[in-house]
């Protein structure tokens, strides 16, 4: 069974560009150190469809005014780590 998680997204449908990392949209990041650039290299992520609509409203939609939802095969490899203390919390996908 897929693990399913959510981001907010600009575009409906989402494009490529919506499910990009910072990094990998080439976006300077504003603090070099060595963790700060891992979660930058790292999709950030939601497991909770409350917690991105809970974000979206606290950011007044500015990141995105629409909800990706991303299904990923257990087979896949991907690595999930936790950027806060929160276990159903943002998550960083690489």
């Given at each position: 069974?897929?693990?399913?998680f959510?981001?907010?997204?600009?575009?409906?449908?989402?494009?490529?560009?919506?499910v990009l990392?910072?990094?990998a949209l080439r976006k300077p990041?504003?603090?070099?150190?060595?963790?700060f650039l891992r979660k930058w290299?790292?999709?950030?992520v939601f497991d909770s469809l409350a917690d991105v609509q809970r974000l979206g409203q606290?950011?007044?939609w500015r990141i995105g005014e629409y909800i990706a939802t991303?299904?990923?095969?257990?087979?896949?490899?991907y690595l999930l780590r936790c950027v806060t203390d929160v276990i159903?919390?943002?998550?960083?996908?690489?």
């Open positions: 069974m897929p693990r399913v959510y981001r907010l997204a600009k575009n409906n449908p989402p494009t490529t560009q919506d990392s910072q990094a990041p504003p603090r070099m150190d060595a963790d290299e790292g999709l950030s606290q950011r007044r991303l299904l990923i095969s257990d087979d896949a490899p159903h919390g943002p998550s960083s996908v690489r």
